[in-house]
């Protein structure tokens, strides 16, 4: 089946570090831009990071820089979101999407602007 599955979310303290797993079947990851979007109860649907298929370039929201790192393994068919230095602020259902071309500067944040959208992986941060 043509599908992104997210994996590596889970329970973790304030400091703490997760990587998530972005991993696509039935299509070819590398021919496409990725997109890691987040939904916490009670905050605006946010684009956390992207990663552009053409040239690998990498973009991040400014509440996440400096502590989050996207990266693309193309043997493997996954994409990856190595987040560190938690926060509870964190705490949202994380989501994988994929796009074959971007047209503008900020993220794209609804399903139907995709290709292909992930099922999502929980990520709580608390003590």
């Known amino acids: 089946q043509v599908q992104l599955v997210e994996s590596g979310g889970g329970l973790v303290q304030p400091g703490g570090s997760l990587r998530l797993s972005c991993a696509a079947s039935?299509?070819?990851?590398?021919?496409?831009?990725i997109t890691w979007i987040r939904q916490a109860p009670g905050k605006e649907r946010e684009g956390v990071s992207c990663?552009?298929?053409?040239?690998?370039?990498?973009y991040y929201a400014d509440s996440v820089k400096g502590r989050f790192t996207i990266s693309r393994d193309n043997a493997k068919n996954t994409v990856y979101l190595q987040m560190n230095s938690l926060k509870p602020e964190d705490t949202a259902v994380y989501y994988c999407?994929?796009?074959?071309?971007?047209?503008?500067?900020?993220?794209?944040?609804?399903?139907?602007?995709?290709?292909?959208w992930g099922q999502g992986t929980q990520v709580t941060v608390s003590s």
């Open positions: 999407a994929a796009r074959r071309s971007y047209y503008r500067a900020s993220f794209y944040l609804n399903s139907y602007e995709y290709d292909y």
């Open positions: 039935g299509f070819t990851l590398e021919l496409y831009g």
């Open positions: 990663i552009r298929r053409s040239d690998d370039t990498t």
